[in-house]
């Protein structure tokens, strides 16, 4: 559906509100000058409880402007009729694309289409203590730290992942276990600032036992009418070398207590530990890595030599089949703005060897009361960037879902940024999926909710909802792919 299809809906949806379109006005002029966690006033309450009155017009789903994704879509074209080669996407957002859940749901889907190329980017969420992936299980015997995209510039290096996870350990190991067969590897890259060569790898470890000798323990808990001469008799040891063994400044001990008795007797002590076999590492341009014909579960990352430090910023699993890779990278509370002051998370971009890049930001600036303007600079600050790259890459640009303020409040914001990103998309040469309408726009919130598909705070959506979403990007770029198909034909 064309640009200029979607805006006649809009206002076609506008012109049904009737009497409802001055307190739009109202709220329009009047919202850049509320603040955050104001009050509703009684007009608005009065809004939001006939919204559910208003018609919600959904149009077609569909990607718009498609014609700036013609490389992936004949690369698309090219693997559906060889079977031959990877594609590679890569879907960049914040909260609801670090937990996967629409991301995987689109993965799935297109792999099913196109084969399983692999499961691609992961990032140890769990060692960085926050939530992520479930598909891909992370333990380490070490504590990490951890530096988040969106927090100030520092100096830590934040890349690819948008979490920096580091240890000054040089006796770490991370166990990466892949869970399902769908998700066995063939090839690991590791991603590393600077592609430093921080880290080796191993595919299995080993149990070694050692055993010592070591002086014998022995204990003797105080019984009522016991003193420590008794004792010390029990034993065969003297007064003062039991009092020496135990710290005591007086005979005087109390009944309960627990005594050290001292001894020269001997006893065997066994102390297990793991012992890893490095593996040789490839490099590139990007990243280090490794390969196997025989495809793998479990791998795990070790230190390497001569490091003060350790910086990981992502891992990416493939195998040798041909097919798609879904790359999923999100943090908490991001925003354009948070990646556009990382460099670096722009320059390990060339790791992943993107063919569609899909940009899925606007809900965290909306609530930041960001103007559609400084937005819409951000984007394009964020576009430029990735092209700057010189990936090759295709720009698939998806507009923010619906959400509300305090439950009860539509929020403008993210429909201006929908509109915003529709109407320059062909001059600056990216493609649309509008989920803002397709999700019902302005005006869908109450609906959504009420069938089980957002949360209570109007804001985040459900599981049910992620994966709704997940399955109309995925109707999207099948049905444009299908398309595609036709005027090949």
Known sequence: MSIQSTASLLITQILTMKNKLLL?????????QMRGQVA???????????????PIIIPENGIQNPMAIASFLEKLYKLDKSHTGKINIVHIGDSHIQADLITNRVRESLQEAFGNGGRGLIFPHSLARTNGSWDVRFSSNERWESYRIVSPVNGSRVGLSGIALTSKSDDFAVEIN???????????KIITPNNSNSFNIATAKRTITLESNVPKSITHKIKNGEALSIIAD???????????????????IRAGKTLKIPTDEMQKKRVERSEFIPLPLLADNDTHFYITQEKLEKIYLLPGKNQDSYTLNGIVL??????????????????LSDYNKYPMFFEQLKALQPDLIIVALGTNESFDKMRSEDYMKQLELFMQNVRAQETGADILVATPSPSMFKRKIPNVYVADYAQKILNVATDDN??????YAQLGGLYGVSRN???????????????????KQGDLLTEAILGTFSNYKKTKQ
């Open 24 to 32: 739009l006005v109202f709220f329009l002029f009047a919202l850049p």
């Open 40 to 54: 509703d006033s009684t007009l608005v309450e009065t809004d939001s409880v006939e919204v559910d009155t208003i």
């Open 178 to 188: 892949a869970k399902e067969e769908s998700n066995f590897f063939n090839t690991i």
């Open 234 to 252: 029990k034993y065969n040891v003297s007064i003062s070398q039991l009092k020496r063994a135990n710290g005591l400044r007086s005979d005087r």
């Open 318 to 335: 493939e195998n040798n089949d041909p097919g798609i890779v879904y790359h999923n990278i999100g943090v908490n509370g991001a925003k």
């Open 430 to 435: 990216y493609a649309v999926w509008d989920m």
């Open 449 to 467: 909710y009420r069938q089980g598909l957002m949360a209570g705070d109007r804001v985040h959506y459900s599981k049910a909802g992620y994966e």
